[in-house]
């Protein structure tokens, strides 16, 4: 239950309930277990893999799943709900967000207040993951080992408090939200019984081999994508990085970078040669009309400062237009 302070006047609004708290013993067994398991079936999987002794369907079906799942994260949870980097019809908003919920994300709610505080106070000591903050070793591999392995998984299972915008209040009240707010955990659950409905390879491919690949590629975009890579835009005053194999992998989001460079951009492969799958799916959704006011950025042909694209500005920025 939130108990909400006075306003502090900086439009900030401390909350103190379970979004910064790492939740009860059980909750964090539960937490560990939802981690471990899915890591040894991966082994497991990759151990009957290299025997010859599983169908290509299975690894073919977990990809799809994956892929869906991934995008419920990456346009539904991220683009969607978190940035309002576009609108989109409500059967679009619940297949997206009960998608990202098969992912094991969490409450879209939940994970979209805590990435609003990641984008205000990115790789500061107020930041709730991030690899440059050292909190066990001050020096040699090993300080870089753990600050990647914190903010990769260790973050969850630490007490950091988080403050919830005015904003963060408003984008996260959207009904679908709520309502997977309050299912998600029905979601995963689903996702993980409908392949064992299907039999015991099924369950380790399809269920915890995609479960295990959805968890990684997503948390490597706090860990990996804040360390390596390439920084085009500096301004953004913090690590994150532009990283190609997760630019793949994590299906557009690995242009870690250009996010937080523009994070209301619909797309993150904001320069040339970035391929954005996320992206792709959001204007293939935009031509069916399913989704509309996708927010575009790009450069003025005039100053070569990026801006807010609008139909009819003829690539000329409003500063220069004036
Ligand atoms: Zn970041
Ligand atoms: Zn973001
Ligand atoms: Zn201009």
Redesign the pocket.
């Known amino acids: 239950m939130a108990i909400q302070s006075p306003d502090t006047g900086n439009n900030e609004i401390a909350i103190l309930n379970s979004t910064g708290r790492a939740g009860t013993l059980f909750e964090q067994v539960v937490l560990l277990l939802i981690i471990v398991i899915p890591l040894v079936l991966t082994i497991y999987a990759a151990v009957t893999l290299t025997q010859g002794a599983v169908h290509w369907g299975y690894p073919l079906a977990t990809l799809i799943v994956f892929v869906l799942a991934g995008l419920g994260v990456t346009a539904g949870y991220?683009r969607m709900l978190?940035?309002q980097s576009f609108e989109a019809h409500p059967a679009v908003q619940y297949t997206l967000l009960i998608l990202g919920a098969v992912a094991g994300m969490a409450s879209p709610v939940i994970w979209a207040r805590k990435?609003l505080h990641?984008?205000s106070h990115s790789d500061t000591e107020a930041d709730i993951h991030s690899p440059h903050i050292p909190r066990w070793f001050r020096g040699g591999w090993l300080k870089w080992i753990t600050q990647w392995f914190d903010a990769h998984i260790g973050w969850m299972f630490r007490n950091q408090p988080i403050n919830v915008t005015r904003k963060a209040l408003q984008v996260t009240s959207m009904p679908a939200a709520q309502f997977v707010h309050k299912t998600w955990l029905f979601w995963m659950i689903l996702g993980l019984a409908l392949p064992l409905l299907w039999g015991w390879n099924a369950f380790v491919w399809v269920g915890m081999v995609r479960l295990f690949l959805n968890h990684h590629v997503t948390w490597s975009v706090n860990s990996i994508c804040h360390l390596w890579g390439q920084q085009p835009f500096k301004n953004t005053r913090d690590h994150s990085k532009n990283n190609p194999v997760f630019g793949l992998l994590a299906l557009g989001e690995g242009w870690h970078n250009n996010?937080?460079f523009r994070?209301s951009s619909a797309r993150h492969g904001l320069l040339p040669g970035q391929f954005d799958l996320t992206y792709s799916v959001i204007c293939l959704l935009e031509r069916l009309g399913l989704v509309w006011n996708v927010q575009r950025y790009g450069q003025c042909a005039r100053c070569a400062d990026w801006y807010a694209l609008r139909s009819g500005d003829g690539g000329i920025c409003p500063k220069c237009r004036d």
Do not use: A, E
Request: net charge neutral; glycine share 0%.
């Open positions: 991220h978190t940035h990435h990641h984008h996010h937080h994070p």
